[in-house]
C-alpha cells in the first residue's frame, strides 16, 4: 500500500512554515526526525519518505527523477509558506521541486555539482562508493539483511540521479543557502557558485565540520541556521 511521501513525526498545526526534507540516495525520512522537536514552534518540519525503503518497501520506485519530483510535488501542502532542505540526491530533488513550486527558501545540502559520477556497475563497488562517501549508512551495509534491504533504493536512486540533467531554464526568485562539509571533496564552497545563476535571490555558503554526511552531527547547527533563516520569513512567526 503506498503510504505517500511526507512524514510529520511533530506535528504543529498551528505552524507558519513547512520545512521539508529530503534524504540522500538510499537515505530515510527518519535521519531528520529529531529536528523537528527542536525548531521554533512557528516551523513544522515535513519529511520526505522515497519509495522501496522502510514503510514504503513494497511501493515501487519512481522510474526517473522528474517523476519522482512530480509526486512529490503534488503532495507538497500549499496552504504555508514553503522552506525546502535537500541533502546530496535530495539537493537535485529540492531544486526540482522547487522550480515548480516557488519556495521561499532553498537549502542545499552537499548537492552533486562537483561530484565524480559514482560507479555501481556491480554490487561490490556500489558498496566501495558508498563507503567513500562515508557516514553511518555505510557501517551499517556490513549486515547482510541490511545490505539486502537497503542496496536495491541504493542502486536505484542513485541510477535516476546519475541519468537526470538539471537544464537551463527560469531562476527561482528565493535565496539559497549551500550547506557543504569542509572535507567533502565531491561537493565543496568552491562549486557552490553554479547555484547563483539559477537563483535571483541572494546566494550564501555555509561550511561545516565533516565530510559528505556532515549532517549527521550537525544537527543542533542546522536547527539554529534554519531558525535564523526561516523565522525572519514574511509571515513566520
Not at 563507503?131 to 555505510?138: I, Y
Not at 551499517?140 to 545490505?147: C, G, Q, T, Y
Request: overall charge negative; charged content about 25%.
Amino acid at each position: 500500500m503506498n503510504r505517500g511521501y511526507l512524514r510529520r513525526y511533530h506535528p504543529r498545526p498551528r505552524a507558519d512554515v513547512n520545512l521539508v526534507c529530503l534524504p540522500h540516495a538510499g537515505g530515510v525520512a527518519t535521519a531528520f526526525r529529531d529536528w523537528g522537536a527542536a525548531l521554533p514552534p512557528g516551523i513544522e518540519l515535513v519529511c520526505v519518505q522515497y519509495p522501496g525503503r522502510q514503510d514504503r518497501l513494497g511501493d515501487p520506485f519512481a522510474p526517473d527523477l522528474p517523476t519522482l519530483v512530480d509526486e512529490l510535488v503534488a503532495e507538497l501542502p500549499t496552504d504555508r509558506t514553503l522552506a525546502l532542505f535537500g541533502h546530496s540526491m535530495g539537493a537535485t530533488v529540492a531544486f526540482e521541486a522547487a522550480r515548480r513550486l516557488g519556495p521561499a527558501h532553498l537549502f542545499l545540502s552537499a548537492p552533486p555539482t562537483g561530484r565524480d559520477p559514482l560507479d555501481f556497475s556491480t554490487e561490490e563497488r556500489l558498496l566501495a562508493s558508498v563507503r567513500r562517501l562515508g557516514g553511518s549508512g555505510a557501517a551499517l551495509l556490513d549486515n547482510p539483511e541490511v545490505r539486502r534491504l537497503a542496496l536495491p533504493a541504493i542502486r536505484h536512486d542513485l541510477t535516476i540521479l546519475d541519468a537526470h540533467r538539471i537544464t537551463e531554464g527560469a531562476p527561482l526568485a528565493c535565496p539559497v543557502t549551500v550547506l557543504v562539509g569542509k572535507s567533502d571533496t565531491g561537493s565543496t564552497a568552491a562549486d557552490a557558485g553554479v547555484w547563483a545563476g539559477r537563483t535571483e535571490g541572494a546566494l550564501d555558503v555555509v561550511e561545516f565540520p565533516g565530510g559528505h554526511h556532515y549532517v549527521e552531527d550537525a544537527g543542533d547547527d542546522l536547527v539554529a541556521l534554519f531558525a535564523r533563516r526561516l523565522e525572519a520569513l514574511p509571515g513566520a512567526r
